[in-house]
């Protein structure tokens, strides 16, 4: 069965950068089968796609976030990792990680980030 | 970027009831990659139904997913009480970015 888990700070102070990395359990990142994604939710709000990576490397961004983000991966740990610049109260959400195979079938648990000083 | 809308907003069911949920995609989605999930609270989506009607490992029958192009269709034919949550559509079309529909809450009327 694979499991997903985020980790990194849970309050992030406005203009600093976000960091937020994904363990995969239960299967291989490298698979080369799945898209590894990004999503995040506002408090009360709906889900935005931020972006996802493919084990090689390659990634997509959403456009509206695409100037501030950065998704790496790291094949020997089994992890991939987000970081979006210069936040703002308006980036403050739960951010979760989920394996895509077209649709998103596997999801963490979820990791809220404040943004405030 | 394709735009999801979801109808309605609130829907306000009893258990036994049929539940029908709509969302109305801004430009055909290719292949039918349209996505159904339901959430709740405190939780994580879960996946329901992909490629417009196919059900997910483990999803009960009493899921299903119809639709093509611009509209697709989430019911639920017999609403059990763990049934009441938040249900997004998702498209996933050849060209990213990913987009959701903005939700319809589900309630117990």
């Known amino acids: 069965q694979v499991q997903l888990q985020e980790s990194g700070p849970g309050l992030v102070k406005p203009s600093q950068t976000l960091s937020l990395t994904c363990t995969v359990s239960g299967g291989s990142i490298s698979s080369g089968d799945y898209y590894w994604s990004w999503i995040r939710q506002p408090p009360g709000k709906g889900l935005e796609w931020i972006g996802y990576i493919y084990y090689s490397g390659s990634t997509y961004y959403n456009p509206s976030l695409k100037s501030r983000v950065t998704i790496s991966v790291d094949t020997s740990k089994n992890q991939f990792s987000l970081k979006l610049s210069s936040v703002t109260a308006a980036d403050t959400a739960v951010y979760y990680c989920?394996?895509?195979?077209?649709?998103?079938?596997?999801w963490g648990q979820g990791t809220l980030v404040t943004v405030s000083s | 970027e394709i735009v999801l809308t979801q109808s309605p907003g609130t829907l306000s069911l009893s258990p036994g009831e049929r539940a029908t949920l709509s969302c109305r995609a801004s430009q055909s989605v290719s292949s039918s990659y349209l996505a159904w999930y339901q959430q709740k609270p405190g939780q994580a989506p879960r996946l329901l139904i992909y490629g417009a009607s196919s059900r997910a490992t483990g999803i009960p029958d009493r899921f299903s997913g119809s639709g093509s192009g611009t509209d697709f269709t989430l019911t639920i034919s017999r609403l059990e009480p763990e049934d009441f949550a938040v249900y997004y559509c998702q498209q996933y079309g050849s060209s990213p970015p990913r987009t959701f529909g903005q939700g319809t809450r589900l309630e117990i009327k």
């Open positions: 989920a394996r895509e195979v077209g649709a998103l079938d596997y």
